[in-house]
């Protein structure tokens, strides 16, 4: 078992920058690939982010590519994701999910997670 817990979200203007931190514990946290996951009201959870369990593969949607990054410290247990120039449309409760981490692998889709945080929300305001 690995639990999820994220930090960080808040209310923030177009334009500014927050850093999300997800911490895990229970299994070795860097046998798993880590990905960000966020869902709107009224909107099916999508993918935003992933990185291999090295670190040295990242993946991100294309709303988001060139504006957030995903960054992990094996050390610490942690994956973060650095989200700059934030837009309303970012708006959304934020989760951090735990999958199977081998080779290179950056999973995109949702059933490839087995573990997930409790989500954090993150607020844009125009």
């Known amino acids: 078992q690995v639990q999820l817990v994220e930090s960080g979200g808040g209310l923030v203007q177009a334009g500014d920058s927050l850093r999300l931190s997800c911490v895990a514990s229970?299994?070795?946290?860097?046998?798993?690939?880590m990905g960000w996951f966020r869902q709107a009201p009224g909107k099916e959870r999508e993918f935003v982010a992933a990185?291999?369990?090295?670190?040295?593969?990242?993946n991100y949607a294309d709303s988001v590519k060139g504006r957030f990054a995903i960054s992990r410290d094996n050390a610490k247990d942690t994956v973060r994701l650095q989200m700059n120039s934030l837009k309303p449309e970012d708006t959304a409760v934020y989760y951090c999910a735990a999958g199977p981490g081998y080779g290179l692998r950056t999973p995109r889709r949702l059933d490839e997670y087995n573990y997930w945080g409790q989500g954090t929300q993150v607020t844009v305001s125009s």
């Open positions: 229970g299994r070795t946290f860097s046998s798993y690939a």
């Open positions: 990185i291999s369990w090295s670190g040295r593969s990242t």
